[in-house]
């Protein structure tokens, strides 16, 4: 689902680009809600985190200072 939604995504930047499919172009835009969406829906749905878990007294970075983190 997420490869069809960014093909759909490359044909509609490439519509775009000439006079001729502008037309196209906005149907596509008018319907494109409905492919992220769909989209949202699969990876909500199927998805799957591969990442490590948090350890129970590791709540991410809300247990860190901001000195600490060398970000801010």
């Known amino acids: 689902?997420?490869?069809l939604v960014t093909?759909?995504?490359i044909?509609?930047?490439v519509l775009l680009q000439f006079e001729q499919t502008r037309d196209y172009a906005v149907w596509m835009f008018l319907f494109s809600p409905f492919l992220l969406g769909g989209m949202i829906y699969v990876l909500l749905k199927y998805g799957r985190y591969n990442g490590s878990e948090l350890g129970d007294n590791e709540f991410g970075y809300q247990d860190?200072?901001?000195e600490e983190l060398g970000v801010f």
């Open 11 to 13: 044909v509609y930047c």
């Open 1 to 3: 689902m997420v490869s």
């Open 7 to 9: 093909f759909y995504l």
């Open 64 to 66: 860190k200072r901001s």
